[in-house]
């Protein structure tokens, strides 16, 4: 069991991730790197609308500010 919010996005790293923004949109994609203000990087990134792929994007960059969700299991 993680002792913090920090270990369960270590023990993601190189898993694919489930990313939702405060704006609705949803990104999957492998958990590359993350710092202490959640800001990540997501490799083979895919954005997706009602469960669908709606663009294949590669490598993103999102603000930790704008993210609402991260859930591991996607």
Do not use: C, W, Y
């Not at 270590?10 to 800001?39: C, P, S």
């Not at 990540?40 to 603000?63: M, P, Y």
């Amino acid at each position: 069991m993680e002792a913090r919010p920090l270990d369960a996005l270590n023990n993601a790293r190189g898993k694919n991730v489930l990313v939702e923004l405060k704006n609705g949109r949803q990104f999957v994609g492998a958990l590359k790197a993350f710092d202490i203000h959640i800001n990540v990087v997501l490799d083979n990134t895919e954005e997706r609308e009602n469960g669908q792929t709606k663009r294949k994007i590669g490598t993103v960059f999102l603000r930790g500010d704008t993210i609402i969700l991260i859930s591991p299991s996607a």
